[in-house]
């Protein structure tokens, strides 16, 4: 994504089912899948800056209405019944009024020409996972520079103090 206001739509069943990792996870708990994805994708907006919505189908819960969560600043949004993401998605991208780029992180080819029809970009579930490594990885060299630079606490304790929570750590007290 680039430095204009930027705001990413997520596909979140989409991006599960192409990442290997929460594909895994997901085949263990869809809801640990779902609580990994939103900590990664918290972790990618605070680098960012930009607003970021993540849409999950819940499209065949009964009676379900949608229902949308904040979790610090991502927001999350759970279809209703009969609506998909894809639904969503593109009702939301036709009804923004948003002074900046809007990008759909989705690999449904689909959805990706909806979404650019009406006027979003589109970013494939690699290409986002790409972004997200490539960005995290950046930001953590300037975060362990910083740590170096203002010491860790390790190197500012005396020794006896260092052995008793080494003693702590390992269960000896």
Known sequence: MR??????IVDGYNIINAWPE???????SFEDARQKL???????????NSRIILVFDAHQVK??????????SLEVIYTRE??????????MVGDLSFDGHVFVATSDWIEQ????????????AKELYQDIT????????????????????????????KEKLEEWRRGKL
């Open 134 to 161: 490539n960005t995290l990885q950046e930001n953590m060299k300037t975060v362990r520079v910083e740590k170096i630079g203002f010491g860790l606490l390790h190197y500012k304790l005396p020794e006896d103090i």
């Open 38 to 48: 939103i900590g990664i994708l918290i972790n990618y907006q605070g680098f960012k």
């Open 3 to 8: 430095n204009k206001t930027e705001l990413l």
């Open 82 to 91: 009969g609506e998909t993401a894809d639904m969503c998605i593109e009702r």
């Open 113 to 124: 020409s909806i979404s650019f029809q009406r006027g979003a970009f589109r970013i494939t």
């Open 63 to 72: 009676g379900g209405t949608e229902k949308r969560e904040k979790h610090l």
């Open 22 to 28: 929460l594909n895994r996870l997901k085949n263990v």
